[in-house]
């Protein structure tokens, strides 16, 4: 059972558009949620992280919102571009685990058109 | 830069075939996970390592096993290939306390 839900499994936005994925989770133990980009023939690779003592963390077009109470965190892709077509995962983890495990959502494909 | 090496890229076996995946990292990082990778379930640990010769099952461990005698390299193990575990099989790496997953460019395994 996925104890991180990912939606939606694609979505196709135009150049210049917003690419908004979002994440739910229920474990009230997960303090860490980074967010993987992965790129056709390449491994994931770490995009942007959160905690939960802020709402909101933004690094260039990229941004994620943490909503604490209702459980859920989203990635907001900014003036999207063709570079950016790719999947995107959402995980989370708890620092308690000293080993730093994952879970991950089940991703989204995203398609930037020109 | 990290770098997280998979031996493979493509992999071809038949069913009941022992199938040996390996990985190696370059940053001396002491964590090393195994996970495979299936459209619509994302990515799921399979085994994770913390140190030379210790393991520890993942999400779905039944139908591997793992060996790590090195610091470096991280071997995954399919003591008998079977067609459900065709997939893609990604190494990842990471050190504490930030601990960031690094990650191979995956080896795609069919089981015929």
């Known amino acids: 059972q996925q104890q991180v839900k990912q939606s939606p499994q694609s979505l196709i936005v135009q150049k210049g558009g917003i690419s908004i994925i979002n994440c739910a989770y229920e474990?009230?133990?997960?303090?860490?949620f980074p967010w993987y980009q992965q790129f056709p023939g390449k491994g994931p690779a770490l995009l942007i992280a959160?905690?939960?003592?802020?709402s909101e963390k933004k690094e260039g077009r990229f941004t994620i919102s943490f909503n604490k109470s209702a459980k859920q965190f989203s990635l907001h892709i900014m003036d999207s571009q063709p570079g950016d077509s790719a999947t995107y995962f959402c995980?989370?983890?708890?620092?308690?685990?000293?080993?730093?495990?994952?879970?991950f959502g089940a991703g989204t494909q995203v398609v930037v058109t020109p | 830069d990290v770098k997280v090496t998979q031996s493979s890229r493509y992999l071809v076996k038949r069913t009941g075939e022992k199938v040996f995946l390996e990985c190696v990292q370059d940053?001396?990082?002491?964590?090393m996970f195994w996970y495979r990778q299936d459209p619509g379930l994302g990515l799921r640990l399979i085994y994770f390592?913390?140190?030379?010769?210790?393991?520890e099952k993942g999400d779905i461990p039944e139908g591997y096993s793992v060996s790590r005698e090195k610091k470096e390299r991280f071997s995954l193990i399919l003591e008998s290939a079977s067609t459900n575990q065709t997939s893609m099989y990604l190494c990842?790496?990471?050190?504490?306390?930030?601990?960031?997953?690094?990650f191979g460019a995956g080896t795609r395994l069919s089981v015929l």
């Open positions: 990842a790496s990471s050190f504490p306390p930030k601990n960031i997953q690094y």
């Open positions: 959160i905690r939960p003592d802020v």
């Open positions: 390592s913390y140190d030379v010769k210790m393991k």
């Open positions: 474990n009230t133990a997960f303090d860490y």
């Open positions: 995980a989370a983890s708890m620092s308690a685990d000293s080993w730093g495990k994952l879970q």
């Open positions: 940053m001396d990082h002491e964590n």
